[in-house]
C-alpha cells in the first residue's frame, strides 16, 4: 500500500512523495530512493521498488526534486520551466531535507534508533553520495549506474550556454526538448567545493554499494570504477552486473521486472540487510 505526501521545501516549492510499507514506519528501517537526470519518482521501476522494499519490511520513501520537470501529473513533463531552473545545489538541499521530515516524524511516528539508506540512480546517485558525505543521519548507501563527476559537458557547450542562456537536451523518450537556463551552470561554478564527488568519496565511512552494468551506453561502466577506486575500500564493495545497461533492463513504462532486475534488487536488499544488522 502506498501513501502521497506534499511536502514544502525550505524555499517554498512543493515536493511530491509518495511512501511505500506505512506499517513499517515505527519499527522498520528507512529507504529513500533518489532519481536521476530526466528522471522521476513513478518512472519505470519506481513504484515496484517502492512495493518490493516494503514487502521486506522497510519504509520506503520515493519523490520528485522539486524541479524535475513533473508536476502533478506523476508521469508527464508539463513543468518544463521549472526543470529550467533546476540545480545540483538544489536536489542536495531537498534531500537533505526529505532525510530531516523523515527523522522529525513528518511521516508518522518511528523509533529514534531506526537506520535510513539512500539508493540513487544515475546523477541520483552521486547527488547521494554527496548527502551521504556530510549528513550522519545517513547509515548505509547505494549507487546504481552512477556518473562519477558533475562536469558533463564540453567547454563548447559551455560557451554556447553562456551566449545564449540556456542549452537544450533531448528527452529521447517523449521527444521533448528540455531547457536548462545558464543558472544550472553558475550554480556549478559556484559550488564547486560541495560538488566534489572526489572530495566526498574520501569522507563516507558508512556500507556503500556501487552497482553498475557492463552494457551502460549512458554512464560508462569506467565512471563506477573511478568512484570505487577514490572510495574508501574499508566500507565499499562494486558489483558488475553482466549483459545489461543504464537501468537494467527496465523500461517506461513498466513491463515487469526482468532476471537482472531481480539481481539488481536481491543485491541491494541484501546489502541493506546486512549493514543494518551489522551496525
Not at 98 to 116: E, L, P, V
Not at 150 to 160: A, G, H, M, P, V
Not at 249 to 255: L, N, V
Request: proline letters at 1%; glycine letters at 8%; hydrophobic letters at 35%.
Amino acid at each position: 500500500m502506498s501513501q502521497n505526501y506534499s511536502f514544502q521545501t525550505t524555499d517554498g516549492f512543493n515536493i511530491f512523495i509518495t511512501t511505500y510499507g506505512n506499517s513499517n514506519l515505527e519499527k522498520g528501517n528507512c529507504l529513500i530512493l533518489v532519481h536521476g537526470f530526466k528522471g522521476f519518482k513513478d518512472w519505470g521501476f519506481g513504484p515496484h521498488l517502492g512495493e518490493f522494499f516494503a514487502q521486506n519490511k522497510y519504509f520506503v520513501i520515493t519523490f520528485n526534486f522539486s524541479h524535475n520537470g513533473i508536476g502533478e501529473n506523476f508521469t508527464e513533463f508539463t513543468e518544463l520551466d521549472k526543470f529550467a531552473e533546476n540545480t545540483y545545489s538544489r536536489e542536495i538541499s531537498e534531500l537533505n531535507q526529505i532525510i530531516s521530515a523523515y527523522k522529525n516524524n513528518f511521516f508518522g511516528k518511528k523509533n529514534s534508533d531506526n537506520k535510513i539508506g539512500l539508493i540513487g540512480h544515475s546523477r541520483g546517485g552521486a547527488i547521494s553520495i554527496i548527502e551521504a558525505s556530510k549528513n550522519k543521519n545517513v547509515d548505509a548507501l547505494v549507487a546504481w549506474a552512477t556518473i562519477s563527476n558533475f562536469d558533463r559537458f564540453t567547454q563548447k557547450q559551455k560557451d554556447e550556454w553562456y551566449r545564449k542562456g540556456f542549452i537544450e537536451v533531448l528527452n529521447v523518450r517523449t521527444r521533448q526538448k528540455m531547457r536548462m537556463n545558464i543558472s544550472f551552470l553558475e550554480d556549478f561554478e559556484k559550488n564547486s567545493e560541495l560538488l566534489n564527488i572526489e572530495k566526498a568519496l574520501s569522507k563516507i565511512e558508512i556500507p556503500f554499494l556501487i552497482l553498475h552494468g557492463d552494457q551502460d551506453l549512458a554512464v560508462s561502466i569506467k565512471e563506477a570504477e573511478i568512484i570505487y577506486n577514490l572510495a574508501n575500500k574499508n566500507f565499499t564493495q562494486l558489483e558488475i552486473i553482466k549483459g545489461t545497461g543504464h537501468t537494467f533492463d527496465i523500461k517506461h513504462p513498466f513491463e515487469g521486472s526482468s532476471k537482472v532486475f531481480d539481481i539488481v534488487k536481491n543485491k541491494t536488499i541484501n546489502f541493506f540487510n546486512s549493514s543494518f544488522s551489522e551496525n
